[in-house]
T-cell receptor
Framework: KNQVEQSPQSLIILEGKNCTLQ??????????LRWYKQDTGRGPVSLTI?????NTKSNGRYTATLDADTKQSSLHITASQLSDSASYIC???????????FGTGTRLLVSP | NAGVMQNPRHLVRRRGQEARLRCSPM?????VYWYRQLPEEGLKFMVY????????ESGMPKERFSAEFPKEGPSILRIQQVVRGDSAAYFC??????????FGPGTRLTVT
């Protein structure tokens, strides 16, 4: 069982609409949680990094939330643009092993 | 400041041949990480290196795979006697302080 589960697997929304992506993790001990954006054929690019003491963090139209008690995170995208079409990957840092643990991502398609 | 560079971007090898993947970290970064991404799967940690030292290779198969990060020059991930199951995208990331990792564009290896 993957230690980082994301939902939905894929999502199609109309340009201008908002959407929320979910992440549940079981990684322990946990240090921080990251959201990455990966365009097709490219490497992941960091959007936010949140420690367990942070509830929310914004980066432009992207807002990430973290509930360390329930081990859930979400990434909210507002006023979506065509360029938001990509995979969004939830990643946690396993403090014990100092390794990043990746989810399989949510593939977002923003259609005109 | 150029980002993380990887070459080649695409590599085709026949079964049994050797594959060499190169990664040049960002200027000033001494931490390098290699990840593998199989189709429809999340990135998986392979190896973590600092200049001339392997810090953690727990994610790398014990046979046929090796990695180095010499004092001068790029980091090299070497796969000997490739098999079809080695076909994947291999990503390199670099870091200044082992916290924020910056990813390269990846090398897509196809074994025929």
């Amino acid at each position: 069982k993957n230690q980082v589960e994301q939902s939905p697997q894929s999502l199609i929304i109309l340009e201008g609409k908002n959407c929320t992506l979910q992440c549940n993790y079981t990684v322990s001990p946990f240090s921080n949680l990251r959201w990455y954006k990966q365009d097709t054929g490219r490497g992941p690019v960091s959007l936010t990094i949140m420690t367990f003491s942070e509830n929310t963090k914004s980066n432009g139209r992207y807002t990430a939330t973290l509930d360390a008690d329930t081990k859930q995170s979400s990434l909210h995208i507002t006023a979506s643009q065509l360029s938001d079409s990509a995979s969004y990957i939830c990643v946690t840092l396993n403090t014990g092993f100092q390794k990043l643990v990746f989810g399989t991502g949510t593939r977002l398609l923003v259609s005109p | 400041n150029a980002g993380v560079m990887q070459n080649p971007r695409h590599l085709v090898r026949r079964r049994g041949q050797e594959a060499r993947l190169r990664c040049s970290p960002m200027k000033g970064h001494s931490h390098v990480y290699w990840y593998r991404q199989l189709p429809e799967e999340g990135l998986k940690f392979m190896v973590y290196l600092q200049k001339e030292n392997i810090i953690d290779e727990s994610g790398m198969p014990k046979e046929r795979f090796s990695a180095e990060f010499p004092k001068e020059g790029p980091s090299i991930l070497r796969i000997q006697q490739v098999v079809r199951g080695d076909s994947a995208a291999y990503f390199c990331a670099s870091s200044y302080d082992s916290y924020e990792q910056y990813f390269g564009p990846g090398t897509r290896l196809t074994v025929t």
